[in-house]
């Protein structure tokens, strides 16, 4: 009786548990109507010009063959952000490659997991797609490594290999950034002071010294919850239930065999 107690104790608390760290997994959709409304139409030119776009918008922009398009987007901790491109071509053109780099907030540039991050465009195709996901992003890494860390991401977006004939001519681009929340599997014990923002150090400093005029940051663009701490994740509450359940194994098979190898008392002279 009171085995099977501990356990319906125990099942209830695993399934307390498991329901937050579930909710917290799962990923939360996204107003593509409201986050498209404000969709930038233009891309930048250069890293420091970089068009700033947030994780779930559909930025659009025009421009020409032979073109750097840059955009930037916020990665934290935790995730695994997913670069898809659209770029749509003139009715007449020879075959074209275009290509997506994505660089880190040290202009880094990052290697793609899976994706077709370069493609060639048959002569007269309408439209040529592009994707890179990358590594998941931790929240601290050796100063030797080459890890995604949380900060600003950086998009490029260009044609390489085109033909005389082709510089030049007007293109339409979409670029897309979402992300999967991969939870406490990629948990590190570690965090950064700052997420790799171009212009928070100059900022920090600034604000360090107690002057009035700091100068503005590079990227203002950051998660819509925030820059996460790096130290909590969903592993946390794994670890306890495994604790929670190590003990409660050991009380269950201390009972089971409670005076197994005890000889029977049995009073004298019965």
């Known amino acids: 009786m009171r085995i099977t107690r501990a356990l319906s104790v125990s099942l209830l608390m695993l399934g307390l548990a498991v329901a937050p760290a579930a909710a917290d997994s799962s990923p939360t959709p996204t107003d593509s109507a409201s986050a498209d409304g404000d969709a930038p139409t233009q891309a930048g030119t250069s890293f420091r010009t970089a068009t700033e776009v947030e994780q779930g918008q559909t930025a659009t922009a025009s421009g020409s063959t032979g073109d750097y398009l840059y955009w930037s987007f916020p990665a934290d901790a935790g995730q695994r952000p997913t670069v898809k491109a659209t770029v749509k071509l003139p009715e007449t053109h020879a075959a074209q490659s275009w290509q997506v780099d994505v660089y880190d907030g040290l202009r880094r540039r990052q290697a793609c997991q899976y994706g077709a991050q370069t493609r060639t465009a048959a002569a007269d195709a309408p439209s040529v797609e592009l994707?890179?996901?990358?590594?998941?992003?931790?929240?601290?890494?050796?100063?030797?490594?080459?890890?995604?860390?949380?900060?600003?991401?950086?998009?490029?977006?260009?044609?390489?290999?085109?033909?005389?004939?082709?510089?030049?001519?007007?293109?339409?681009?979409?670029?897309?950034?979402?992300?999967?929340?991969?939870?406490?599997?990629?948990?590190?014990?570690g965090s950064l002071a700052e997420p790799l923002v171009p212009g928070i150090a100059v900022k920090s400093q600034a604000e360090s010294d107690g002057s009035e005029d700091s100068p503005a940051v590079l990227s203002a663009i950051e998660p819509e919850d925030g820059w996460s701490s790096g130290w909590w994740s969903d592993r946390w509450v794994w670890t306890a239930i495994g604790g929670v359940l190590a003990a409660l194994a050991g009380v269950g098979g201390y009972a089971l065999t409670r005076g197994a190898g005890r000889p029977s008392r049995v009073p004298p002279g019965a």
């Not at 590594?135 to 030797?144: D, G, I």
């Not at 260009?158 to 293109?171: Q, W, Y």
Request: proline fraction near 5%; aromatic fraction near 6%.
């Open 131 to 189: 994707a890179c996901t990358l590594r998941t992003v931790r929240a601290w890494s050796e100063t030797w490594a080459d890890d995604p860390l949380p900060g600003t991401y950086y998009v490029r977006l260009t044609a390489v290999g085109l033909t005389t004939a082709d510089l030049g001519l007007p293109v339409g681009t979409e670029v897309r950034v979402d992300s999967k929340d991969i939870g406490g599997s990629a948990a590190v014990d």
